[in-house]
T-cell receptor, first 117, second 113 residues
Framework: AQTVTQSQPEMSVQEAETVTLSCTYD???????LFWYKQPPSRQMILVIR??????QNATENRFSVNFQKAAKSFSLKISDSQLGDAAMYFC??????????????FGTGTRLTIIP | DAGVIQSPRHEVTEMGQEVTLRCKPI?????LFWYRQTMMRGLELLIY????????DSGMPEDRFSAKMPNASFSTLKIQPSEPRDSAVYFC???????????FGQGTRLTVV
């Protein structure tokens, strides 16, 4: 079974600074998807960014980017120019390149990010 | 599209009562997932459906839990009888196909007293 580990329960960063959230995963598969979801106090789970394992290029979405190290099974999220609205729980998630019966999304335990004004 | 819609947003019930949580996935999405979130166990997949058919229910805690998807636009998660340890936030999510991300509803916070 696949597992996702987020070793930083809490992180904080000064507004406008850059912060990196860590995620490692364990799998025997070669093709899969990785995601970062954000959960603000409103409780809504919001997709931040996704990465396909077969793509070598790291995904970016505006101020959000990932450092995907496939051999190390590492998938960190970098937030540049942190804003107060970035304060939330961040979850790393894994999904096999789906074949029938194996499409579930497995989550890490989350990292609570605090933005210091 | 309005996104994944869950109801109710909050539910408080007494131990032993039946609880039904509802979900309307995004139109056109083939997959529907039910997750439970607790402080102790994080986000756990309970069950998921593909084209209204349950595919994997191995995460359903016990026989008190059941889920149905009678059509492509509606699913329910029922707990009967409910217990205090069932208190959690229950999320419904849907995805268009097996290669796309899941979109989540706002969750139902269930409190069993």
């Amino acid at each position: 079974a696949q597992t996702v580990t987020q070793s930083q329960p809490e992180m904080s960063v000064q507004e406008a600074e850059t912060v990196t959230l860590s995620c490692t995963y364990d799998t025997s598969e070669s093709d899969y998807y990785l995601f970062w979801y954000k959960q603000p106090p409103s409780r809504q789970m919001i997709l931040v960014i996704r990465q396909e394992a077969y793509k070598q290029q790291n995904a970016t979405e505006n101020r959000f980017s990932v450092n995907f190290q496939k051999a190390a099974k590492s998938f960190s999220l970098k937030i540049s120019d942190s804003q107060l609205g970035d304060a939330a729980m961040y979850f790393c998630a894994y999904r096999n390149l789906p074949y029938f019966g194996n499409e579930k999304l497995t989550f890490g335990t989350g990292t609570r990010l605090t933005i210091i004004p | 599209d309005a996104g994944v819609i869950q109801s109710p947003r909050h539910e408080v019930t007494e131990m032993g009562q039946e609880v039904t949580l509802r979900c309307k996935p995004i139109s056109g999405h083939d997959y529907l997932f039910w997750y439970r979130q607790t402080m102790m166990r994080g986000l756990e997949l309970l069950i998921y459906f593909n084209n209204n058919v349950p595919i994997d229910d191995s995460g359903m805690p016990e026989d008190r839990f059941s889920a149905k998807m009678p059509n492509a636009s509606f699913s329910t998660l029922k707990i009967q009888p409910s217990e205090p340890r069932d208190s959690a936030v229950y999320f419904c999510a849907s995805s268009h196909d097996r290669n796309t991300e899941a979109f989540f509803g706002q969750g139902t916070r269930l409190t069993v007293v």
